[in-house]
Nanobody, 119 residues
Framework: QVQLVESGGGLVQAGGSLRLSCVASKSISSIAFMGWYRQAPGKERELVATITSGDTANYVDSVKARFLISRDNAKNTVYLQMNSLKPEDTAVYYC?????????????WGQGTQVTVSS
């Protein structure tokens, strides 16, 4: 079991920046995928970015060149640096961990942190 706690959300003007943090309750060095998802009001949750245990990152097209995902295994923490924020980035952002076991994959989620971008 992995508990995830996000922080760093808030209110920012368009064009501004925020850095989200996700602290895990145990070592993340062997967790196959860590990622950030978001859910805007009335919309489905969508993948924003993922990073593998080998530090390979992937992004949804709408955030490429603006967001950067990184991980610090020593601190059991994953970050999402968000730059050039737009009003359409407004959402609750959730941290996700995908843990692989010999029998199956497990998904763990944080409680979410609100990001609001004003125009």
């Amino acid at each position: 079991q992995v508990q995830l706690v996000e922080s760093g959300g808030g209110l920012v003007q368009a064009g501004g920046s925020l850095r989200l943090s996700c602290v895990a309750s145990k070592s993340i060095s062997s967790i196959a995928f860590m990622g950030w998802y978001r859910q805007a009001p009335g919309k489905e949750r969508e993948l924003v970015a993922t990073i593998t245990s080998g530090d390979t990152a992937n992004y949804v097209d709408s955030v490429k060149a603006r967001f950067l995902i990184s991980r610090d295994n020593a601190k059991n923490t994953v970050y999402l640096q968000m730059n050039s924020l737009k009003p359409e980035d407004t959402a609750v952002y959730y941290c996700n961990a995908k843990v692989r076991t010999p029998l199956r994959w497990y998904d763990y989620w944080g409680q979410g942190t609100q990001v609001t971008v004003s125009s």
